[in-house]
């Protein structure tokens, strides 16, 4: 799985290198997804120095299709990678499955989980207002952390206060999300960036009697193949996964319908086996 690989500077990446082999394929589903050293890094595995040394390939490809936008660069590295890459689309091999079908719902906040929310949006928009550019580049992180907590009031304002009593919307819609999935016979992957948040819902779940399985950075790797087996084979209709445990390595073929509670809207969270995804926003 190439996932692993594609950050050139981890452990991960140089163990791997330094394996000697005939023969070497690599995997993935997403080459490129964040920047071209990613792609760099995948080949610099299969075909060391094909793509250059990084320094070289950063200098004459990525920066000069990065952040110039030459298409002349792109055609050249198009050129040179397209022998040695099969893509396989999921319409070409597995034609038996029927078209995915991806839903946005939206949500209105209301109550107290509002109020909360726009106290928070007028105190960011106050302390912007008030900060020089100079100081705002120095203090990025600090407002990024700032958008993540409007994020999470979003979800729901228990992740960031203990004694919060009331609804959260998209709780409540969720729920009703996977209740009527589970009467329709369904077999449900709840996703979620927050383990916090999956907490809640567990809590949640278990109040209405449904099991579930739970898979976050903290199961081993047993204990989550078991979990896996488990799901294809069993009774319980809600795997509750987080996203950094559960972004790569999954084949849960059993469930057929996605819900990712707290998607960036850009991202849509994939699995091959899967007829049905949501986002809640």
């Known amino acids: 799985e190439a996932q692993y690989i594609k950050n050139a500077g981890t452990q991960a990446a140089k163990g791997v290198k330094q394996i000697t082999a005939a023969f070497k394929l690599a995997l993935t589903g997403t080459p490129i997804e964040n920047r071209l050293s990613e792609l760099w890094s995948i080949f610099d595995y299969l075909m060391p120095g094909f793509l250059y040394s990084y320094k070289k390939f950063r200098e004459e490809i990525e920066?000069?299709?990065?952040?110039?936008?030459?298409?002349?660069?792109?055609?050249?590295l198009k050129k040179m990678i397209r022998p040695f890459i099969l893509r396989r689309l999921k319409s070409d091999v597995l034609k038996d499955l029927p078209e995915k079908l991806e839903e946005n719902w939206f949500v209105k906040l209301e109550g107290e989980q509002l109020e909360l929310y726009e106290a928070h949006v007028s105190q960011l928009r106050d302390a912007l207002n008030k900060t020089s550019e100079?100081?705002?580049?120095?203090?990025?992180?600090?407002?990024?952390?700032?958008?993540?907590?409007?994020?999470?009031?979003?979800?729901?304002?228990?992740l960031l206060y203990d004694n919060y009593k009331s609804e959260s919307a998209k709780t409540e819609?969720?729920?009703?999300?996977?209740?009527?999935a589970i009467e329709g016979g369904h077999k449900v992957l709840l996703f979620?960036?927050?383990?916090?948040?999956?907490?809640?819902l567990a809590v949640r779940l278990n109040k209405a009697d449904i099991p579930?399985?739970?898979?976050?950075?903290?199961?081993?790797?047993?204990?989550?193949?078991e979990m896996v087996e488990s799901f294809q084979n069993d009774d319980v209709p809600v795997f509750c996964i987080s996203l950094k445990a559960g972004g790569t390595g999954l084949n849960l073929t059993a469930a057929d319908i996605v819900?990712?509670?707290?998607?960036?809207?850009?991202?849509?969270?994939q699995n091959q086996a899967t007829d049905r995804a949501h986002r809640i926003g």
């Open 259 to 269: 819900i990712h509670y707290d998607p960036w809207w850009n991202v849509a969270v």
């Open 212 to 225: 579930y399985y739970m898979l976050t950075g903290s199961v081993s790797k047993e204990k989550r193949m």
């Open 134 to 158: 100079k100081e705002f580049n120095s203090n990025k992180m600090q407002f990024l952390a700032e958008l993540m907590k409007l994020r999470q009031l979003c979800c729901d304002p228990g």
């Open 63 to 76: 920066v000069p299709i990065m952040v110039n936008h030459e298409e002349e660069k792109m055609d050249r």
């Open 192 to 200: 979620s960036q927050f383990t916090t948040m999956l907490d809640r």
């Open 173 to 180: 819609m969720c729920m009703d999300m996977i209740t009527n």
